[in-house]
C-alpha cells in the first residue's frame, strides 16, 4: 500500500536534545497503538474476498482523512511488517514516520482462503505530492477476533500506468477450516509452502529464470519497478527472458492458509541481469495458490530493491 520513495524520505530533527526526543517519541508511539486497539470501519471479515475489499477501500479512506501514519497503525497486525525498504515493524516505522494525507491507492487483484483467516490485496497507488509518484503494491492479510489486520505491505514504484488494471475480486469457492489435533501437525502443514519454494530455487539454480514457467499460474502477474503490471505467464516468461540472467531465492519467511489453498512466502532475490555486469539484492513477496492436481504455483509477485 506505500511507496518505496515515500519510505526513503527522512524527516527534519525537532528537538535538539535527545532525552526530550525520545521522550516525545514514546508518548506518541503509546497513543497511537491505543488508537490502533479500536476495530475500524470496514475491518470487520465474514470470510469474503468482499469484505477484504472493503477493508482494503476503508484502510486508504482512513490514510487520506486522518494521514498515512495513523491509518497503517490501525489497520497492521502487531507483529505487520512493511518494506521501507528491507522489513520493518510497520507499527514502530509509522509512529516516528513523516506523515502525508497525500497518498492514494486502489486495489485491483483479491483472494480470500476457503478458511478465511488469510487473503491478500494488490493494485495501484499515486502520491500526490511535491514529486508526484506512482506504483504497484501488495499487502498480506489475516483474520484476528473477526477483524482484517494487514502484516505484510511492499512496494514498487513505477512510471504512470499506460493502462487501467480490470479488477479481480473472485470469492472462495467454498468454506473449508481444518483442525489441527497437534501444534506440529500444523507446522508441518505450513512447512510445504517452504518446501515448495525452495524446490523453485533449487530449479531457478540450474535453468535460470525460465524455471518460474513450472511455477506460475496462467494469469499470473508480476509488479517490478520501472515496469508496467505484467499479466499472464507468457508475459512473465518474456520479460524474465529478456531481463534476467541467474536469480536465488533466500526465503525469510512463510505461512499457509489454514484452508490450505493460498500461501504467502517473503525474503531476498539476487538478480544477475542478462547483457550486463549488473548484479541487484530485491526484496520480494510471492503469492502461492494450491491447484487441482495438490501443486502450488504463484498467483502474484512483487519485487523491490533492498538496501545492503
Known amino acids: 500500500m506505500l511507496i518505496t520513495f515515500y519510505g526513503c524520505w527522512r524527516g527534519k530533527t525537532i528537538y535538539s536534545q535527545s532525552l526530550l526526543r525520545n521522550q516525545m517519541k514514546k508518548i506518541l508511539y503509546t497513543f497511537l497503538i491505543t488508537a490502533s486497539s479500536l476495530t475500524a470501519f470496514g475491518q470487520k471479515s465474514d470470510g469474503t474476498t468482499k469484505s477484504l475489499v472493503n477493508a482494503e477501500k476503508a484502510f486508504a479512506a482512513d490514510a487520506a482523512k486522518n494521514g498515512v501514519n495513523a491509518a497503517f497503525i490501525r489497520y497492521f497486525a502487531d507483529d505487520g511488517l512493511v518494506f521501507r525498504p528491507n522489513p520493518v515493524n510497520a507499527k514502530k516505522f509509522y509512529a516516528t514516520a513523516p506523515d502525508t494525507k497525500a497518498l492514494s491507492w486502489t486495489p485491483s487483484l483479491a483472494r480470500v482462503s476457503r478458511s478465511g483467516d488469510l487473503g491478500f490485496t494488490s493494485g495501484s497507488y499515486v502520491f500526490n505530492g511535491a514529486r508526484k509518484g506512482y506504483g504497484h503494491y501488495l499487502s498480506v492479510w489475516r483474520v484476528k477476533d473477526g477483524v482484517w489486520q494487514t502484516i505484510l505491505d511492499l512496494g514498487a514504484e513505477t512510471n ?9 475480486f473472485v470469492e472462495p469457492k467454498d468454506h ?17 509452502i517452504n518446501s515448495t519454494e525452495k524446490t523453485l530455487n533449487t530449479t531457478l539454480k540450474t535453468y535460470g529464470a525460465s524455471a518460474f514457467a513450472g511455477f506460475l499460474n496462467k494469469d499470473a502477474q508480476l509488479m517490478f519497478p520501472g515496469t508496467d503490471l505484467i499479466v499472464g505467464k507468457e508475459n512473465i516468461q518474456a520479460f524474465n527472458n529478456r531481463m534476467i540472467d541467474k536469480i536465488n531465492l533466500k526465503t525469510t519467511g512463510f505461512d499457509k492458509a489454514l484452508g490450505a489453498d493460498l500461501a504467502y512466502t517473503y525474503g531476498v532475490a539476487t538478480i544477475d541481469y542478462r547483457s550486463t555486469e549488473l548484479r541487484e539484492s530485491f526484496n520480494y513477496v510471492f503469492i502461492w495458490e494450491r491447484q487441482a492436481d495438490g501443486n502450488w504455483n504463484i498467483m502474484a509477485q512483487i519485487f523491490t530493491l533492498a538496501e545492503r
Open 176 to 192: 473449508y477450516s481444518p483442525k489441527f489435533a497437534k501444534e506440529k501437525e500444523l507446522k508441518a502443514s505450513r512447512e510445504i
Open 160 to 168: 504512470k500506468p499506460l493502462k487501467e488494471t480490470a479488477n479481480s
